[in-house]
């Protein structure tokens, strides 16, 4: 599936102009630096599909990709910066979570969360709406090779303990470096079952 060609479809501000398609839709979220971009590249073994480090704070838009019609990525826009106004984040929010309520061919959502920090602040309200949209979720740990093995292992223990809490939460917890390719491979894995399932 991986070894098809990703490209870029459009990206989306408003519900009305979310695209079409009926491919199993999988979506990635987390806070702005967190590593998705990097992920993302390195699922479809691209190196600039999605933008690394893209400036936090730039226009609101959940970026779609295709890969052959079979599987569609939506990527939304990284979280966490307080430089947006209240007004606006509490409009974007409503949008995600339009989406997520009402996108069938969305399968799962993916909330990456930094190796070196585990679940902040910023991540639980995405969490608690994930729940509450009923959409089916599960944590990608990044930036594996940043952290110490037994600083790792506290993170993933203190993460699956608040997944526990959470009811559309997956209890596995994916660990991933997009640097050195490390759980790329189960990834992938994970979202061509979700394709064929
Ligand atoms: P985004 O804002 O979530 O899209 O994050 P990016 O993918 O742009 O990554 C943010 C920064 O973290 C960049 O400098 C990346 O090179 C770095 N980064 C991302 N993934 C990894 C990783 O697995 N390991 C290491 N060491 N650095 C990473």
């Not at 079979?70 to 606006?88: H, S």
């Not at 995600?96 to 910023?122: E, M, W």
């Not at 994930?130 to 223990?157: C, F, G, N, P």
């Amino acid at each position: 599936l991986f070894a098809q060609h990703a490209d870029f479809m459009l990206g989306v501000a408003q519900l009305a102009q979310l695209p079409s398609t009926h491919a199993v839709e999988i979506c990635f979220a987390g806070r702005s630096n967190v590593g998705k971009s990097s992920l993302i590249n390195a699922l479809c073994g691209r190196r600039d599909l999605a933008r690394t480090s893209s400036t936090p704070g730039r226009t609101q838009q959940l970026n779609f990709f295709n890969i052959k019609d079979r599987l569609v990525f939506c990527d939304q826009p990284g979280y966490g910066y307080a430089k947006a106004p209240v007004g606006e984040v509490k409009k974007w929010q409503e949008v995600v979570f339009s989406y997520l309520r009402g996108r069938p061919q969305l399968r799962r959502a993916f909330i990456l969360i930094d190796g070196r920090h585990g679940i902040k602040n910023t991540d639980r309200p995405v969490m608690e709406m994930m729940d509450t949209a009923a959409m089916s979720y599960q944590v990608i740990v990044t930036k594996a090779d940043k952290v110490k093995k037994s600083e790792l292992e506290k993170h993933l223990s203190d993460i699956a303990k608040e997944l526990a809490k959470h009811p559309a939460a997956h209890p596995d917890i994916l660990v991933t470096s997009s640097e050195k390719g490390t759980g790329i491979a189960e990834v992938r894995a994970t979202i061509g079952r979700l394709v064929s399932q």
